[in-house]
C-alpha cells in the first residue's frame, strides 16, 4: 500500500505531543499535468464510450469480485469504477463540468455501483446532512494518482477529525480503498479552500463552526438544487454512455470479446434497474452465452451473468427458470470456491430469497439459516453482509409465523405472487413488499394473534438490525432508514401500531431528507404510514 512511515509508529498516542508529520500528507501545489489521468479521461474518450488505455498512467484495468470493471492504482491500491455518476444534464457542455472522486469503504463502493441505487446513495452519508463544510457530497479534485499511500487519501478527507485523534488514522483508511468518479455542473462544485458553501457563514477556508481548515487539504463538496434530477440525470448518462461503449467494443473487439460481454452485463444492469427488463433480458442470456463459450461455465464472472439472469426472469414471473439458473449459481461457487467463501454464501442467500419469493418457506428458512452463520463466522455479527442475511431470515420467519396463525383467507395473501413481492426488489436491497402485502390484508384476522414462535425469533433480528446499522452506519443513510421501515412493517404486521408509526415516521423523513419527496421509497412511507394511522384509530 506504499510508504507508511509518515503514520506515527503508536496508534494510541492521541496527545498534541503525537510525532506524526503531517505534512507528508499535505500539498499547495496544483497537481502535474501527468497526474491529469483520470479527469482528462472522463471528460474526453470516456463520454464516447472508450474505456482508459491504462498503458504509462499508473493504472491497471481488473474485474472486481468477478463482476465490476474496476482501475487499480499500482502504488496505493485505491480501486476506482469505470463508469462515473454524471450528476449534469446532458446537454452541458464539457467546459462547464467538473470530474470530483469521491473516497469510501468498500460497502460504500458496493451501494455506489449499484445501478439500482448508486446515485441516491450519494447522499445517504453522515456528512451529506451535517458535514463539516455543510451538506452534500464530499469529494476531492485529487484522484489516486496524486496520493502516495491510503493514509493521504485518508488525511485529505478526515483531517479535522485525525487532528484531534490521530490514532483513528486506522479507521480511516479503512474509509478511502475505494473510489467513485462524479461528473457534476462546476456550478454546483464547492472548492471550499476558495469558494463557501452557503452554510460557511465564516467563509472559505472554515469549517460551519468557524474552524481553519488543515493546510493542503483538497476538500469539495457537491450541492445539487434538485437531487431526483440529478437522480435521473445519472440514468440517463449512464445509459447513453454504456450504450456507445458496448457499440464500440463490438465494432473493435467482436461481440464474444469478454470485454464487449463485460459491457453488455453492465448495460442490461442499468436498463434493468430502470425498469426496461424487454431488452436487458436479451443482453443478458447474450452476456451469458458468451461467458459459457468464452470462459467456461464456472468462471465467477460467468456466474455473475447467471445470476444477472435468474434475477430478470424471476421479475418477469419464470419461476422456475429463476430457481434453475439461482441453484446453478450457488453449485457452480461450491465447485470454484468451496462452501464457506463469502461469494458462495451469497449465491446461498439469492437462491434463499427465490424460494421464499415463489412459497417454498423451509427452504428458504433453511438455506438463509446456513448463509448468516457463515457470514457471522467469516465476517462477523455486525458487518452489513451479516445484517442483510439476517434480514433476509427474518422476512422468511416472518412469513412461517404468520402462515401458521391467520386464516386459510390471509394465509393466501401471504403467498403473493413473486412479481409483486419483488416490485421493489432493486429499491436499496428492500424486500419487504409481502409485508407491505400482509398489512394491506384483513389486519383484524392478522392483528388478533401474539408474537409467537418464528415471529419472536423475526422481531429479535429485526431490532437487531435496526440497532447495528443505526450504530455502524448513522441515521443518514438508507439502510438504516431500511432497518426503521422493515421493523415498523413488522411492528404492524403484529399489531403495535402507534410504535410501527414512529419507526416509519423516521425512515420517511429520512428518506424525505436523502432522497427527495417523490422517490419511491420516500412515497411508499408515505402509503404505509396512512394505512397504519388508519388502522390505529380503528382498534384505538
Not at 469510501?104 to 458496493?110: D, E, G, I, P
Not at 451535517?130 to 493521504?152: D, I, M, N, Q
Not at 488514522?169 to 478511502?176: H, T
Amino acid at each position: 500500500m506504499g510508504n507508511q512511515s509518515a503514520v506515527c509508529s503508536d496508534r494510541n498516542c492521541a496527545t498534541a505531543e503525537c510525532n506524526v508529520n503531517w505534512k507528508d500528507f499535505n500539498t499547495d501545489e496544483e497537481p502535474p499535468a501527468s497526474e491529469d489521468t483520470l479527469r482528462r479521461h472522463f471528460l474526453g474518450v470516456y463520454r464516447e464510450g472508450n474505456a482508459l488505455h491504462t498503458g504509462g498512467t499508473g493504472y491497471k484495468r481488473q474485474l472486481w469480485e468477478g463482476a465490476l470493471e474496476i482501475y487499480r492504482h499500482e502504488v496505493t491500491g485505491i480501486a476506482i469504477w469505470s463508469q462515473a455518476l454524471d450528476l449534469a444534464e446532458p446537454t452541458v457542455s464539457v467546459g462547464n463540468l467538473e470530474v470530483l472522486f469521491h473516497y469510501v469503504s468498500v460497502a460504500r463502493f458496493r451501494e455506489l455501483t449499484d445501478f439500482s441505487q448508486g446515485a441516491p446513495g450519494l447522499w445517504s452519508g453522515p456528512e451529506a446532512a451535517s458535514g463539516p463544510h455543510g451538506k452534500g457530497v464530499y469529494t476531492t479534485r485529487r484522484e489516486p494518482g496524486e496520493f502516495r499511500t491510503l493514509e493521504a487519501a485518508a488525511w485529505n478527507k478526515h483531517s479535522t477529525q485525525i487532528q484531534k485523534d490521530p490514532s483513528s488514522m486506522a479507521s480511516y483508511v479503512e474509509q478511502v480503498p475505494y473510489c467513485v468518479a462524479i461528473i457534476a455542473p462546476k456550478e454546483h462544485c464547492f472548492n471550499v479552500k476558495r469558494r463557501a458553501t452557503p452554510e460557511m457563514i465564516h467563509g472559505p477556508g472554515k469549517t460551519v463552526l468557524g474552524e481553519a481548515m488543515a493546510q493542503g487539504c483538497d476538500v469539495w463538496v457537491i450541492q445539487s438544487p434538485d437531487r431526483e434530477k440529478a437522480i435521473r440525470n445519472v440514468a440517463t448518462n449512464s445509459e447513453a454512455c454504456l450504450r456507445r461503449e458496448f457499440g464500440q467494443r463490438e465494432c473493435s473487439l467482436g461481440g464474444e470479446h469478454p470485454s464487449t460481454l463485460v459491457t453488455a452485463t453492465f448495460l442490461a444492469s442499468c436498463l434493468w434497474a430502470q425498469g426496461n427488463r424487454q431488452e436487458a433480458e436479451p443482453l443478458l442470456r447474450r452476456a451469458l452465452a458468451g461467458c459459457d463459450k468464452a470462459l467456461g461455465a464456472n468462471h465467477p464472472y460467468t456466474l455473475n451473468c447467471v445470476g444477472n439472469l435468474a434475477q430478470c426472469v424471476e421479475e418477469q414471473g419464470m419461476a422456475q427458470e429463476a430457481e434453475e439458473l439461482f441453484e446453478r449459481v450457488l453449485a457452480g461457487f461450491e465447485t470454484s470456491l468451496g462452501e464457506h467463501h463469502v461469494r458462495t454464501l451469497e449465491a446461498c442467500g439469492d437462491l434463499a430469497e427465490c424460494f421464499h419469493e415463489h412459497g417454498k418457506l423451509e427452504e428458504a428458512e433453511r438455506l438463509h439459516r446456513r448463509a448468516l452463520a457463515g457470514f457471522e463466522k467469516a465476517l462477523g455479527s455486525e458487518h452489513q453482509r451479516t445484517l442483510q442475511s439476517a434480514e433476509m431470515l427474518g422476512f422468511v420467519l416472518s412469513t412461517i409465523g404468520k402462515k401458521e396463525k391467520c386464516t386459510s383467507k390471509s394465509a393466501d395473501m401471504v403467498d403473493t405472487p413473486s412479481r409483486e413481492r419483488s416490485c421493489m426488489k432493486n429499491d436499496f436491497g428492500a424486500r419487504n413488499c409481502f409485508l407491505i402485502g400482509i398489512l394491506r390484508s384483513d389486519r383484524q384476522e392478522v392483528n388478533q394473534h401474539g408474537s409467537t414462535g418464528p415471529m419472536q425469533e423475526a422481531e429479535i433480528l429485526f431490532r437487531r438490525i435496526k440497532t447495528a446499522r443505526e450504530h455502524r452506519l448513522g441515521m443518514h443513510n438508507l439502510t438504516t432508514l431500511q432497518a426503521f421501515e422493515n421493523l415498523g412493517m413488522f411492528l404492524g404486521l403484529t399489531g403495535r401500531h402507534q410504535e410501527a408509526i414512529q419507526h416509519i415516521s423516521t425512515a420517511f423523513a429520512g428518506f424525505q431528507t436523502l432522497c427527495g419527496v417523490m422517490h419511491p421509497n420516500t412515497q411508499r412511507c408515505a402509503k404505509e404510514l396512512v394505512e397504519l394511522r388508519d388502522m390505529h384509530s380503528k382498534t384505538a
